[in-house]
């Protein structure tokens, strides 16, 4: 039996990003994904402006570039009474992005682009695949169970087993790692061709109960994503089919009121959730594992940067793994502790801005209030749209007086 370097479970951007890395680097990778690709993925499909430098170094980018895709170039945000800001990628406050846009273009082909070049580098990638469990050597993980499509369960052995397998992470819960936290939201996600008055930018449009997120990703198609609280689904207890109902449901929100009329629907209304979910350490407490992407965290997809995470992440996963796989014998826990803080040192700041603006969202008052200052003040509203574009730090819109501006 073939025992790998490497085996990755999910060939999302997590997945396939960490097996071109390690296969590029002369890695034995095996990745296994449960789904057949092309395959969908409920998601807003915006790669933050800051994503741009992450594909480059994974010499994708000509490939993005020359796909159909549409070019963000900032972020409208509509308070629940219709009041509206607008931060632009470019702007004069001293950070600047690779490009004054971000890419958008469908996670169907953005994937596809991903897991080929994971192929080209050399690892090898089996798809419907699903990885079902995990194999310990002296209480190191050291190997996977799947089931492959037809229904035969296999094992596969590896010095490392990397979880890259999404929200829904079976290898985080197999870990004992994974925790569910505030706020718990779902995501109903479609394609819609005719949606009026869609420019060159993302928009957010928060509600009384949820939000919208939608943007143009080419060819005429807009995506977009009607978030709602996990409490409100409930409580409906089913009465309410928000597939059949999703254009309905957009009318709901001032800034999208008569735009949905002449729109249709071009690919089926996909859900998710609940999140947020993360986990407890991104490790294994044994060794021998480590989890990448949403797999790690996912907190809630107001501010877009899942993907730019997702990415971040296999690189600083493969900087770990180069040298604890060169060492021999088995790869501990201490071994991986690198990882473990370069995700701190490069995320921190993240989190805490995801988190304030994703509960902040879920508190219509707040979020009115925020709309309107930052209306009135371009430059901070430039700065904040920086921040979650992440070519600014977090802290620069973390800091007291940036803070501040937003609420008084
Ligand atoms: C509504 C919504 C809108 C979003 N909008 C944006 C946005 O505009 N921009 C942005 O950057 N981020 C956005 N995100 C977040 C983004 O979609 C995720 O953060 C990103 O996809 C994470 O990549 P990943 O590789 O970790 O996981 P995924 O992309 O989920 O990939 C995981 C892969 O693992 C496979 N898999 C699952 N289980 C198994 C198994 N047991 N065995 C083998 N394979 C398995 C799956 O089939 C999948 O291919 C959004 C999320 C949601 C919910």
């Not at 990755?8 to 034995?28: D, F, H, K, N, V």
């Not at 998601?43 to 994503?51: A, G, R, V």
């Not at 931060?87 to 004069?92: C, L, V």
């Amino acid at each position: 039996m073939t025992r790998w370097d490497v085996v990755i479970a999910g060939a999302g951007p997590a997945g396939s990003a960490t097996a071109l890395l390690l296969a590029r680097a002369g890695m034995r990778v095996l990745l296994l994904e449960r789904a057949r690709f092309p395959r969908e993925k409920p998601c807003s499909e915006y790669l933050s402006p800051e994503t741009t430098r992450l594909l480059e170094r994974l010499g994708v980018l000509a490939e993005v570039e020359h796909s159909a895709h549409a070019k963000l170039y900032g972020m409208k945000v509509v308070a629940p009474s219709g009041a509206a800001m607008y931060g632009g990628f470019s702007a004069g406050h001293g950070y600047a992005p690779p490009r004054p846009y971000g890419f958008a273009l469908p996670r169907r082909r953005f994937d596809a682009i991903l897991l080929d070049a994971a192929r080209r580098a050399g690892a090898e990638a089996h798809e419907e695949t699903a990885v079902e469990d995990l194999l310990y050597d002296a209480g190191a993980v050291g190997g996977v169970v799947v089931r492959r499509g037809g229904g035969t369960r296999e094992t596969y052995r590896a010095r490392v087993i990397v979880g890259a397998d999404g929200l829904r992470s079976i290898v985080a819960r197999r870990l004992g790692v994974r925790r569910a936290s505030l706020p718990r939201r779902l995501a109903f996600t479609a394609h819609l061709e005719g949606l009026a008055g869609v420019e060159a930018m993302g928009e957010m449009h928060i509600g009384r109960l949820g939000y919208v997120g939608l943007g143009p990703i080419g060819e005429g198609v807009s995506t977009v994503a009607l978030v709602l609280p996990l409490r409100v689904v409930r409580e409906e207890g089913g009465r309410r089919d928000y597939r059949a109902g999703f254009l309905a449901e957009l009318e709901r929100f001032p800034g999208l009121r008569g735009r949905v009329e002449g729109a249709r629907i071009v690919r089926e209304v996909l859900a998710t959730g609940p999140f947020a979910t993360w986990s407890r350490r991104p490790v294994a407490d044994g060794g021998g594992a480590l989890l990448v992407g949403d797999a790690a965290d996912f907190f809630d997809p107001f501010t877009g940067q899942g993907i730019y995470s997702a990415l971040r992440g296999a690189e600083l996963a493969f900087e770990t793994l180069v040298p604890a796989l060169a060492a021999d014998g088995p790869v501990t826990r201490g071994a991986l502790a690198s990882y473990v803080r370069a995700r701190r040192a490069a995320f921190a700041g993240k989190w805490v801005l995801e988190r304030l603006i994703g509960l902040g969202v879920g508190w219509p008052a707040l979020a009115e209030r925020v709309v309107r200052r930052l209306a009135r003040r371009p430059g901070l509203a430039d700065l904040l749209v920086g921040a979650t574009g992440n070519f600014v730090p977090a802290r620069a819109a973390l800091a007291p007086a940036a803070l501040a501006g937003m609420l008084w």
